[in-house]
């Protein structure tokens, strides 16, 4: 990170998830080796149910109204923004090339590309990019992560984005953004084997890291969804009591103590289908440890379910809290205000750490 770094203005970061909108905004304070960031801005707007379904975007209006209500509570003025994608159309893989020109590298990756796509579409449905994580002339190989998102999903985001009056700058991925929001924080140590994981509505954003650097990114189909259908099914509760229950509180006759099993049941089925991600992992990249998990998302605040996936896989797991090293603006953020949004957070700070100009 260069000297001059911190005058590069920051992109406020914005989360477009199916069940909220997050937003955030940081300023960069400080030089050099005593940089650091303030949180000027949080927000989140709730996304009506099925407005977003499998990561795609089904009604477009009412995900712009929800991006241009949490810019306007939170009074944001900046207007360029960096926003993420996720989700089964979005893939992102580590690929080891023997060391080649750039010209050549490019031309590799379209080729190594194709084995990305499911049949019948090709480098012509998806916008594709990659980046040089490690050259090793030891050795000769070059390690280089690919990515590749249909190009309509990508478009469909965008233009809800200028709907709601913003100018989406940057266009990253939710893996990156949990990536780049733990490497601000700082917390690895450089031998562990650490696996960032975000519970969201609908989806569970992984990444492995081994020895500080990520080497595996995987989104997976699971969500917090699965906890308020199932207090639906097992409680005849409306939807929105299944999630008054869900953060813990009473609703149409049902108290959170009465609905616990129904709960542990949902996160012990989450633990498996997690185990089964990070045992697939530990064999293709033979790493035989995992030392700790670090949880975020909103879906990481249902009661129980740290202890149950500490039990289940038997490590340690923590909820990660994305504002540890942030200092806050209480000019323009309630402590408490983000006290409670915490970890639900983490992908919007990670995009509010893009710079203009980033790519
Ligand atoms: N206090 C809480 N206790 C339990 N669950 C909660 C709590 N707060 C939020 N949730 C759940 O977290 C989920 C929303 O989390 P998040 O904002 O990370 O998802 P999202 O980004 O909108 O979804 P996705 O990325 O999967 O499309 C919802 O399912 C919501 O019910
Ligand atoms: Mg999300």
């Avoid at 050099?32 to 960031?37: E, K, L």
């Avoid at 979005?90 to 490019?106: G, H, I, N, Q, Y």
Wanted: glycine share 8%; with cysteine; aromatic share 6%.
């Amino acid at each position: 990170m260069g000297l001059f770094d911190n005058k590069k203005k920051l992109l406020v970061g914005l989360d477009i998830g199916s069940s909220c909108v997050k937003v955030c905004e940081l300023q960069s304070v400080g030089k050099g080796g005593n940089q650091r960031y303030r949180l000027q801005k949080l927000g989140v707007a709730p996304v009506p149910h099925d407005a977003i379904v499998d990561g795609d975007i089904m009604d477009s209006n009412a995900v712009s109204t929800a991006i241009r209500q949490v810019l306007a509570e939170q009074k944001i003025k900046a207007r360029e923004v960096a926003v993420s994608v996720s989700g089964q159309q979005v893939m992102v893989k580590k690929v080891t090339f023997p060391l080649m020109s750039p010209a050549e590298l490019a031309e590799s990756v379209r080729w190594e590309a194709e084995s990305f796509f499911p049949a019948g579409q090709g480098l012509d449905s998806y916008a594709l990019d990659f980046a040089v994580i490690e050259e090793r002339p030891g050795d000769g190989n070059m390690d280089v992560v690919l990515v590749a998102c249909r190009k309509d999903k990508m478009e469909a985001y965008l233009t809800c984005v200028a709907q709601a009056g913003a100018k989406p700058l940057l266009v990253d991925v939710d893996v990156f953004a949990l990536q780049n929001v733990y490497e601000m924080s700082a917390m690895g140590a450089r031998d562990e084997v650490v696996a960032l994981v975000n519970v969201g509505a609908n989806f569970t954003n992984m990444t492995m890291l081994v020895g500080n650097k990520s080497v595996f990114w995987r989104d997976i189909a699971w969500g917090g969804h699965r906890f308020t259908d199932k207090l639906m099914e097992d409680w005849g509760v409306s939807r929105e009591g299944a999630e008054l229950l869900k953060q813990g509180q009473a609703a149409e006759g049902r108290t959170p103590e009465e609905v616990e099993p129904s709960l542990s049941a949902i996160s012990d089925s989450f633990a498996d289908e997690l185990g089964r991600t990070i045992d697939f992992f530990r064999s293709s990249f033979k790493v035989d440890r995992l030392d700790r998990i670090l949880l975020s998302g909103g879906s990481s605040k249902v009661a129980g379910l740290t202890d149950i996936l500490g039990d289940r896989l038997r490590v340690s797991v923590e909820r990660f809290n994305p504002f540890q090293l942030i200092e806050l603006d209480e000019r323009s953020v309630d402590p408490a205000a983000v006290r409670e949004i915490g970890c639900s957070a983490a992908i919007a700070v990670g995009l509010a750490l893009r710079q203009v100009g980033d790519r």
